[in-house]
Nanobody, 123 residues
């Protein structure tokens, strides 16, 4: 499975951005699709996940970020509102077909990753 992200860029604080990730698989609906991010000097961290109709979020983005998916386009989105400078990071799309819910937040559990897209939020 190949994943290709897009939509990153530079934004001011309190602005919005939408990230997209297209997956090259005919069985897109079977995959848990997630977003992680890597901030400078920190470990890669979970942001949001979509699996079997359910969504999961990191506490730091709840109420601001929304993950959604369009099966007709094999695409998962991350709508990011009320951006903060601390959201600055490289954002990665990840996919796996066999994850259980308890593993969704563990980056090492995913088999497939995109190349990442930079999001920079200025104050």
């Amino acid at each position: 499975v190949q994943l290709e992200e897009s939509g990153g860029g530079l934004a001011q604080a309190r602005a919005s951005l939408r990230l997209s990730c297209v997956a090259s698989t005919p069985t897109f609906s079977r995959y848990a699709m997630s977003w992680f991010r890597h901030r400078a000097g920190k470990e890669r961290e979970f942001v949001a996940a979509s699996r079997r109709g359910n969504t999961h979020y990191a506490d730091c983005v709840k109420g601001r970020f929304t993950i959604s998916r369009d099966s007709a386009k094999n695409t998962v989105y991350l709508q990011m509102n009320s951006l903060k400078p601390e959201d600055t990071a490289v954002y990665y799309c990840a996919a796996d077909s066999s994850l259980i819910t308890s593993k969704l937040k563990n980056p090492s559990a995913y088999d497939y990753w995109g190349q990442g897209t930079q999001v920079t939020v200025s104050s």
